[in-house]
C-alpha cells in the first residue's frame, strides 16, 4: 500500500517532443505531428495559436499558417515509450501505467520533501536520456497528484500541499475531475452539480441515479478525502502494441499490408529487447468512412517472437479478409510470456 505521496509523471506533448529530438532548432516554433490527416500532438508554441491534437491538419494550417508539420514517428515514439518506463521503473518502487507517456508513481517518499526531489530527479534523467521533457505532479492521492502534473506543465513540477488539497476538495470543478465523461458531466451539471461541493446537497439516491452508483461513490469519496491513493503496479506485460496510418505528411500513402509489415518488425524488436514471446497477433483495422474497427486475432500453439512467423499470420489474418481503405491500424502481440519460460519444440 502506498504510504507517502504519490507522484504523476507525465511527457510534455510527447510525440511532439520526441519528433523533436532530431530538430532542436524547431523548440520555439509551432509545430505539430500528424497522423493520418490529424494532429497527434501540438508543442506549447502551437498551441498558443490555437492548435489542438485532433484537429484537421489542414484546419491547423488555416489556424496557423506558418505551423510546421512533421509526420508522426511512430518507431521512435515506441522505442522512447518504452525506455521512459524503463526509467519510471528503475526510480521507484510501484508504476501503475497510464499510457505510453504517462504514471502514477510510488517512489518510498516518506514525506513532500523526499517526494519533491525524487520527482526533480527523475526529470533531469528523462532530460539527460532521453531529450524529452516531463512534468511532475506530487500529491496526496491519484487526483491531487494529476491535478499537480497538469499545473507543472510544461516541464515543470508542482505540489499540492494538503491546504491547497483541502480547498479544491470543494472548489475544484467537476469537468477537472479525471474519469468524468461528458455525457456523465451533463447530467450532472443539470442537477446543480459544478463544483465538487455542490455534491453535498445532492440526496444519495439521487445522486447514483443520475451518475450511477460507482461514480457517486467516487465522488463522495473525493469529497471526504479517502479517494484513491495507492499506486497499483502491474505484475507482468501481457501485450505490445505498434500503430500505423496509411496517409502522412510529406510522406506516400502506406497499403494495410505495407503498414502491418511495419509494426510487426517494430513490436518483434520491442518483444525481443523486454525479453518477451507472444502467442497471438490481433489487427484492428479502422476504416476511412469511420464505423465500427474490424479485429482479427489469431493464436499460436507456442510463443515466438520470430518476425517471419508473425508476418506469415498477420498476412494471412489480412488475406482472408475484405479490406476496406483505411485510415490505419492496430497491431498487438498478446499472450507475452517471458523468453526463459517459452518451451520449444523438440520437432
Request: proline share 5%; hydrophobic share 45%; aromatic share 4%.
Amino acid at each position: 500500500m502506498t504510504a507517502g505521496p504519490i507522484l504523476h509523471a507525465d511527457a510534455d506533448s510527447f510525440f511532439a517532443s520526441v519528433a523533436l529530438r532530431s530538430r532542436p532548432e524547431l523548440a520555439a516554433q509551432p509545430v505539430a505531428v500528424v497522423a493520418h490527416v490529424y494532429i497527434a500532438s501540438a508543442t506549447y508554441p502551437a498551441r498558443a495559436r490555437g492548435v489542438r491534437a485532433g484537429m484537421l491538419a489542414q484546419d491547423a494550417l488555416r489556424q496557423c499558417p506558418e505551423l510546421m508539420l512533421i509526420d508522426v514517428p511512430r518507431a521512435e515514439i515506441e522505442e522512447v515509450g518504452d525506455a521512459l518506463f524503463d526509467i519510471f521503473h528503475n526510480s521507484a518502487v510501484a508504476v501503475e501505467p497510464g499510457s505510453i507517456e504517462e504514471a502514477f508513481l510510488d517512489v518510498g517518499a516518506a514525506d513532500q520533501a523526499g517526494a519533491v526531489e525524487a520527482g526533480q530527479v527523475l526529470r533531469r534523467r528523462v532530460a539527460r536520456e532521453l531529450g524529452i521533457p516531463i512534468s511532475v505532479g506530487v500529491g496526496r492521492t491519484k487526483l491531487m497528484a494529476k491535478l499537480a502534473s497538469r499545473r507543472a506543465k510544461p516541464d515543470g513540477l508542482f505540489v499540492i500541499d494538503v491546504a491547497e488539497e483541502t480547498v479544491l476538495r470543494t472548489t475544484l470543478p467537476l469537468s477537472e475531475v479525471w474519469g468524468i465523461g461528458a455525457t456523465t458531466l451533463a447530467r450532472l451539471h443539470r442537477i446543480g452539480v459544478i463544483r465538487l461541493g455542490d455534491v453535498d446537497g445532492i440526496p444519495q439516491n439521487e445522486l447514483q441515479h443520475v451518475c450511477g452508483t460507482a461514480m457517486a461513490r467516487r465522488l463522495w469519496r473525493i469529497r471526504e478525502g479517502t479517494d484513491d491513493a495507492v499506486v497499483r503496479p502491474v505484475e507482468a506485460r501481457t501485450s505490445l502494441t505498434a500503430e500505423g496510418s496509411t496517409a502522412g505528411y510529406d510522406r506516400p500513402d502506406k497499403t494495410p499490408t505495407e503498414l502491418v509489415q511495419a509494426c510487426v518488425d517494430r513490436l518483434c524488436k520491442r518483444a525481443e529487447r523486454a525479453g518477451l514471446a507472444g502467442t497471438g497477433i490481433t489487427l484492428t483495422l479502422r476504416p476511412e468512412l469511420g464505423g465500427k474497427a474490424i479485429v482479427l486475432k489469431r493464436t499460436l500453439m507456442a510463443a515466438t517472437t520470430g518476425r517471419d512467423t508473425w508476418l506469415a499470420v498477420a498476412g494471412d489474418l489480412l488475406a482472408g479478409e475484405r479490406v476496406p481503405r483505411l485510415a490505419g491500424l492496430r497491431v498487438s502481440l498478446t499472450g507475452l510470456l517471458p523468453l526463459d519460460r517459452v518451451q520449444h519444440t523438440l520437432f
